[in-house]
């Protein structure tokens, strides 16, 4: 069994051991390469700080790393570990995890970050044995958009907006987005996306283009990254417009991925609008 970083590895050969080893996961992979590669260019793919376990020439197992920073401290994130069902039952994950260890400080990263999903035991079990700690809880709700029949309120209007309004959205928030819905991710991201914005109406705000009072940013296929609503208009029915144009883009279908688990004004407003329940997740953070 031999250890390498993915430098220098086809794309290709990337997407067939993550759809092998993923193949049988609790929540499907359904990713075509081009959605897969996309996706690992949003979380900021690193193959110099990626690691793979290789056999006979073939990759078994493997970590795909992003890079950035997270709260200031140059950091990875897990965006994905792991093994083919043929290699299963070695400790190879945990092997694996024990080399980025080893090998991180080295290139200059002081955190690792990784989400897990709660039901996940053994993986749960891998992380927590490799020092990691649940740092937070995130719900994962979806579901069809079930219009709850609040209208907009008056002089408000949803539109779409030329680029993300990322301070704009930063004031609004109660909590930080995961890594993969993080304002760097939407910086990084290759393929458009929704992004709307709920306005009040020009000559009530005294601005020409009308006072931003929430945003929300999503992909087409209605996977929502952030949903903020400015502190003095929330209650108003902004949050379920934002949803409502969102589900005439996406053909109904709205989810919503980490959102934090105590934050449960978002989570009752997805409720009221048909994303119910889905799989929870841990946050786990490692000091490096």
Known sequence: MEMRT????????LYAAFREAFADYEVPVTWS????????????????VSLGAFEDGRMVGFVFNGRGAWGGVPTVYDM????????????????????????????GIRRYLLEVIRDNAPALKTYERAGFRVTRNFECPGG?????????????RVEELAAFPRAQAAAMRDWEPSWQNSDDSIARNPTPLVMLGARED????????????????????????????????????????????????????I????????????????????AGEGPGQHEMVLEL
């Open 144 to 156: 069809t958009f079930a219009d709850p029949g609040r209208p907009a309120p008056a002089g408000v």
């Open 255 to 274: 989810r919503y991925i980490n959102v934090q688990s105590d934050d449960e004004a978002t989570l009752g407003l997805l409720a009221r609008c048909g």
């Open 80 to 107: 994905g570990t792991g093994v083919v069902p043929s290699a299963r039952g070695s400790a190879l994950a945990g092997k694996i995890a024990e080399r980025l260890k080893e090998m991180l400080p080295g290139l």
């Open 202 to 253: 020009g000559r009530a705000s005294g601005r020409p283009e009308g006072r931003l009072l929430g945003c929300l940013v999503a992909a087409p296929n209605g996977t929502i990254w952030q949903l903020a609503v400015d502190r003095g208009a929330r209650r108003r029915g902004i949050g379920t417009a934002l949803l409502r144009s969102l589900a005439a883009r996406s053909g109904g279908a």
């Open 33 to 48: 390469q081009a959605e897969f590669e996309a996706a690992n260019a949003r979380r900021g793919f690193d193959p110099a």
């Open 6 to 13: 993915l430098e220098g590895s086809e794309p290709r050969l």
